[in-house]
């Protein structure tokens, strides 16, 4: 049995400061919703939330529970508060702050991991500042120069993982009572209630932002009617969305977490909180974009970009989400797959109709796919997929 291992305040303190990133990121894509737009937003958000999930492992095997620990910590916050600052401009005047800031946070992660895992920690901490630099030079350039260095950037992520779970950690084939592990075994051995608990607060306080967006969309507009009911309809996508995560799928996530083996959670890990993550948490600050788009002109025809950032923001929310339960084995995919299929077909609702048709088009796909889960509980649906993969159905 696991002992008990929760999140600390500290570590709630510093997603307050990353989801800040996540803020900013909204900032910039409503403030050019193109496609170059969003290919800084994926770019910038991808590299960030590669060293969130860094500081989630770490605090999971090396909790802040020393003055040391703390300090540095804050340190990275700091770091992550820079980068953030530097977002709007990541690609421009503030791409070398921006790298600067990222540069720090790799190296606070690296050194507060030694504690854990000491040379080890090399096979992920060097690539991660390579992944840093790459950023940082980014900042001297423009154009296709600054663009590469930053896939380059995405590169040694995406390399990293496969690195770490094919190289030997030191030591181990020493002794020969104790079986040969890789670094990625010994980095899997964290604490599943930690780690399912750290991410649902995250998600959480990313919903919160686009409850925000809808407030700053409002802005200095007279609270009528019609402005009350779009942010009643678009708090409904928001709350449709929270409840498939966190009703229907957190529980269920610890569950498996718990019964996987610690020494091979962290590739399970790096696909549900990484990968499948990745367009869950974008597809709400992308919405949320629309949101502060839209909010104004709810009785007009939008244009396109607000209206696919409405719809694009929640269908890649689902397809992240459908990730997310095909890797942990816990749910169905027909109803979310048919709400993400629905929530697409809503951009001609905006263009051709209203914004507030629009909203009210989503809100009915979401809340209609969630009330047809409801049908078999959360219970029911996991013995079922359980019952299936024993039995090879």
């Not at 958000?45 to 969130?52: A, G, I, R």
């Not at 090399?122 to 663009?147: E, H, Q, R, S, Y």
């Not at 030591?171 to 990625?184: F, I, K, L």
Request: hydrophobic letters at 55%; a neutral charge; aromatic letters at 10%.
């Amino acid at each position: 049995m696991e002992s008990e291992h929760r999140v600390s305040t500290l570590e709630l303190f510093f997603d307050l400061v990353f989801v800040f990133t996540i803020t900013q990121l909204t900032v910039l894509l409503a403030d050019d919703l193109s496609l170059r737009g969003a290919g800084q937003v994926v770019l910038i958000f991808t590299v960030l939330f590669w060293m969130y999930g860094g500081y989630a492992h770490l605090t999971n095997q090396v909790p802040p529970d020393r003055t040391v620990r703390r300090v540095l910590l804050m340190l990275a916050m700091g770091a992550f508060m820079v980068c953030a600052l530097a977002v709007p401009t990541a690609f421009g005047a503030g791409g070398v702050a921006f790298g600067l800031g990222y540069l720090l946070v790799v190296l606070v992660h690296g050194a507060l991991f030694t504690q854990a895992h000491g040379r080890g920690v090399l096979w992920f901490a060097l690539p991660n500042v390579l992944c840093a630099l790459a950023v940082t030079a980014a900042g001297f350039f423009d154009g296709v120069p600054a663009w590469g260095l930053w896939m380059l950037a995405l590169l040694l992520q995406f390399v990293t993982p496969m690195v770490v779970q094919r190289v030997t950690a030191s030591g181990t084939a020493t002794e020969p009572e104790v079986p040969e592990q890789t670094v990625g075994d010994q980095l899997g051995g964290m604490n599943a209630a930690h780690l399912v608990e750290r991410h649902g607060l995250l998600l959480i306080i990313v919903f919160g932002e686009s409850v925000i967006a809808i407030g700053i969309g409002v802005g200095s507009l007279p609270l009528s009617p019609g402005i009350a009911g779009g942010a009643f309809l678009a708090l409904t996508v928001a709350s449709a969305m929270w409840w498939m995560y966190f009703v229907r799928d957190e529980g269920r996530a610890e569950e498996v977490f718990a019964q996987t083996p610690p020494a091979r959670r962290f590739k399970l890990a790096m696909v549900a909180y990484y990968y499948a993550f990745l367009p869950v948490l974008l597809g709400i600050a992308v919405f949320a974009a629309g949101v502060k788009k839209t909010i104004g002109h709810l009785g007009e025809h939008l244009h396109t970009g607000p209206a696919v950032a409405l719809a694009g923001g929640v269908a890649l929310y689902l397809a992240g989400n459908l990730v997310f339960r095909a890797v942990l084995g816990i749910g169905r995919a027909r109803y979310r797959a048919t709400a993400l299929v629905l929530a697409l077909a809503t951009v001609p609702v905006g263009t051709g109709w209203t914004g507030a048709g629009q909203l009210v088009a989503l809100s009915v796909v979401l809340v209609g796919a969630v009330v047809a889960e409801g049908g078999r509980s959360p219970a029911a649906q996991t013995r079922g997929t359980a019952a299936g993969a024993v039995t090879g159905s």
